[in-house]
């Protein structure tokens, strides 16, 4: 009896511990990365590392503006994801105001439609989006990377529910109060998506600030490179010769995602989670 | 209580009859327009986009093509050239190998921190973890692989050293054939399982409280509760993390590309490598499409197979 007692009373530290444990793990690569950042380049080989650097320095910092032109590759990172992010937003809100409290014809096929393309993996069509892209002249280009991403079957899916979700009495009194279809769209309903536009906005910037396969496809020209890309070929080109240099580019690339995570971790939940539950 | 009532039965009366809207024609026409405009946008980039290339892959399949002459008809040769290529046949057997002990390991750890986060603990606590384990699905694949490929380094690398202090020997995490893949499959893990955590989270807060307390009145405890009660409830989070977690693993690019480049050999070499390999550096796009095309079936296959399987063992409450 009383042993059974201790083991239940031990159990819930023991949990405890060890998701702290898991914790610790899953946050080491990325507390590593930091602290080595901040060490010289010469020191950065040094076992066993200090986790806590004893005198930090910035000459890595200085060391990968000196190496690449970061700031050439955070303004194209920038550019791209915040306008695939404002794009999304602009065609994911209204499709999915069309589809969620418009009626006209083929309404139902052409949700099918954007349902089954929320199937199709990108890795999968590559090669002949490629070539569409390459036949308007957009390969190499930053709006190669931009405008095929502007159409959202995820994002119009989840406007969709989230105008559904709107009472519908508001569009009606508006109508008899003598609104046209586009006054109820502009003066009722959009004033209060606000919040499903926060979802479309962050899960797309998580996405595209982060993504690497389209850039390395796409974009052959340094000028053109994006942070993801340029710091794994920044990578290649000096080796393991300065590891705290690439990791200090790692470090910048990483500011906005942080910041993104701290400031909208809420839609970002609701937007993973939703993202895996509606496929 | 009465108050309210009375206009709520007056007002349906006069509702009964509605105004017709003036000129109901003339509405309609705006909506369908502004139906138009407003779908234009998706619907076009979709079929730009998705849905034409998604054609084009099979059409492209059908030719010999590397983009500078122009293409030749060549029925179903890619397709024989791509069973006939070891290197992509290694590669299918890689994408399979790894999908699974990825998703396996995955849905597992992610299930057992979800169920030890939803033990009893101060809510800060619990929102540190839940954050912590979150936390890297917010950073870059890539730019997350180059730091990896330090840590993992066989000589000045992290992991050897704290290895080396409990007396393990040196390990090749990514010069050895075995290891590499292990290797591959932990960073892709470390990365990916706080998305079926966070599922798995949201599914155990939609278990009414109630099923667990009877549960325990009537006796159940611990690990019999969870498998008998707990594991049962959550079957539909299971089925939509799993289908999930399998389409993404099928598709694994970022880790292999920056950790091995596909090495040693082929050992890491993945579906998603090879089509970029042979369309983009080969520019052999006919062959490349055709591999595209069988790893579009081989996810609808393995999506509609888990779907069948899975009317048998999920519940819905």
Request: with cysteine.
């Amino acid at each position: 009896m009383n042993l059974s007692r201790t083991r239940y009373s031990l159990a819930p530290w023991a949990r405890i511990a060890g998701l702290a444990v898991c914790a610790l793990l899953t946050l080491g690569p990325v507390i590593w990365t930091i602290s080595t950042s901040l060490r010289t380049p010469a020191e950065s080989f040094d076992l066993p590392p200090k986790i806590i650097p004893t005198d930090p320095t910035m000459e890595s910092y200085r060391g990968v503006f000196d190496q690449i032109d970061v700031w050439l590759l955070a303004l194209n990172s920038t550019l791209v994801t915040a306008l695939i992010a404002v794009g999304q937003m602009i065609t994911a809100g209204l499709a999915g105001y069309a589809f969620a409290r418009l009626e006209f014809r083929f309404k139902k096929p052409l949700f099918g439609l954007v349902l089954a393309t929320m199937m199709v993996p990108l890795q999968v069509t590559i090669v002949p989006v490629f070539l569409v892209l390459k036949s308007m002249g957009l390969t190499d280009t930053l709006l190669g990377l931009i405008i095929p991403a502007f159409p959202t079957a995820f994002g119009t899916f989840l406007m969709r529910q989230y105008f559904l979700g709107m009472p519908k009495d508001l569009g009606e009194a508006a109508m008899l109060d003598g609104c046209g279809p586009w006054r109820i769209f502009r003066s009722v309903y959009a004033p209060l998506a606000a919040p499903g536009l926060a979802i479309v906005g962050v899960l797309a910037f998580n996405y595209h600030w982060n993504e690497f396969f389209r850039p390395l496809i796409l974009e052959t020209s340094g000028q053109n490179y994006t942070l993801p890309l340029g710091l794994v070929s920044l990578q290649g080109n000096l080796g393991t010769g300065s590891i705290s240099v690439v990791l200090a580019g790692v470090v910048l690339s990483m500011i906005p995602a942080v910041v993104v995570f701290v400031v909208g971790q809420r839609p970002l939940r609701e937007g993973i989670t939703s993202a895996g539950v509606n496929r | 209580m009465t108050n309210t009532q009375i206009p709520a039965v007056r007002l349906k009366q006069p509702a009964a009859p509605p105004a017709a809207p003036p000129r109901p024609s003339a509405r309609d026409r705006g909506t369908r327009l502004l139906a138009t405009l407003f779908l234009a946008p998706t619907i076009v980039g979709i079929v730009v986009f998705t849905v034409v290339p998604i054609a084009g892959s099979v059409v492209l399949s059908l030719f010999h093509w590397n983009v500078i002459d122009d293409p030749s008809f060549a029925g179903a040769a890619n397709y024989g050239e791509v069973f006939g290529d070891s290197t992509v046949l290694v590669s299918f057997r890689n994408t399979l190998v790894f999908m699974v002990f990825a998703v396996a390991l995955q849905l597992l750890i992610a299930l057992a921190l979800a169920l030890a986060v939803n033990g009893r603990m101060p809510v800060w606590l619990r929102s540190v973890f839940r954050s912590a384990f979150f936390f890297p699905l917010v950073l870059s694949a890539a730019s997350i692989s180059v730091v990896m490929k330090y840590l993992f380094n066989q000589d000045f690398g992290m992991v050897n050293w704290l290895l080396g202090l409990v007396g393990i020997a040196p390990v090749p995490w990514l010069t050895s054939e075995n290891a590499a893949m292990a290797t591959v499959i932990l960073v892709y893990v470390w990365q990916q399982f706080g998305f079926s955590f966070l599922l798995f989270v949201g599914g155990l807060n939609n278990i009414p409280k109630e099923i667990h307390e009877a549960a325990s009145l009537d006796g159940a405890t611990g690990l019999r509760k969870h498998l008998n009660i707990t594991l049962p409830l959550l079957s539909p989070t299971l089925l939509v993390a799993s289908v999930v977690g399998i389409i993404n693993a099928l598709q694994v690019f970022e880790q292999p590309y920056v950790l091995t480049n596909g090495g040693p050999g082929d050992a890491t070499r993945t579906v998603v490598m090879v089509i970029y390999e042979s369309a983009f550096e080969q520019l052999r796009f006919g062959e490349a499409s055709a591999v595209g095309v069988l790893l579009f079936v081989l996810i609808m296959a393995v999506t509609a197979l888990q779907f069948r399987l899975s009317r048998r063992f999920v519940h819905y409450q």
